[in-house]
């Protein structure tokens, strides 16, 4: 079965600390998709990355970057230099073949506070 | 920029009433999904489908939930009778397609049901 586990349920740092985001996740398919998005306190989700089983690459955007290792089933995100605007809560996701191709399987989220 | 859109944004309601949330997709985005996102939760599909067709509602407690899309372009999804249980944030989200394309997500309806 399919399953997203965040560990870390809030991280607190200061405003230009780095931080990490863990994620890591089990499915019995050899492809799957692995996604993050960032819901602010408005409530929207905010889509962010969409990372497929084939393409192990890091990825940077900006401040945003993601390290992706199959070996650990692992896609942690890390946000470099954090501001008070990257405070949300950000979810890992998963999509397999499980169910129907295109179901989100949502972590639990882990709430990220920036303070000046 | 295209967005999902969504309403009410808020909705409070009584035990026993019927509630009912729409969804306007992205246009062209054949896809479309409703989420219920308890507070403190990550969202759960309660229902996908494929233009008006319905693809997956295995979460769907139909029972009391309805969704539908009739021309394949906006949805609704219906409580009757809503329950404590169902206060929530609903979320609806469009793809282009159900295979492994991001979804885009509306502002969502808190709903509180008293």
């Known amino acids: 079965a399919q399953k997203v586990t965040q560990a870390q349920t809030e991280i607190s740092v200061v405003e230009k600390e780095d931080v990490t985001l863990d994620c890591v996740y089990e499915t019995r398919d050899t492809t799957y998709y692995l996604f993050w998005y960032k819901q602010p306190p408005s409530g929207e989700l905010v889509f962010l990355i969409r990372?497929?089983?084939?393409?192990?690459q890091n990825e940077i955007s900006g401040r945003y970057s993601w390290n992706f290792q199959k070996s650990t089933s692992s896609f942690n995100f890390t946000i470099t230099a954090s501001q008070v605007v990257d405070s949300a809560v950000y979810f890992c996701a998963l999509s397999d073949a499980t169910d129907s191709w295109g179901k989100l399987q949502f972590g639990a989220g882990t709430q990220v506070v920036v303070t000046p | 920029e295209a967005e999902v859109a969504q309403s009410p944004r808020y909705k409070i309601t009584e035990k026993s009433q019927a509630v009912a949330f729409w969804c306007d997709p992205i246009s062209g985005h054949a896809t479309l999904y409703w989420y219920r996102q308890i507070l403190g939760q990550g969202p759960e599909l309660l229902v996908q489908f494929q233009d008006e067709s319905v693809v997956d509602d295995s979460q769907l407690p139909k029972d009391r939930f309805s969704a539908e899309r009739l021309k394949g372009v906006d949805s609704t999804l219906k409580i009757q009778p809503a329950e404590l249980g169902d206060s929530a944030m609903y979320l609806c989200?469009?793809?282009?397609?159900?295979?492994?394309?991001?979804?885009?997500f509306g502002p969502g309806t808190r709903l509180t049901v008293l």
């Open positions: 990372r497929n089983s084939f393409d192990e």
């Open positions: 989200a469009s793809s282009r397609t159900s295979s492994y394309n991001e979804q885009f």
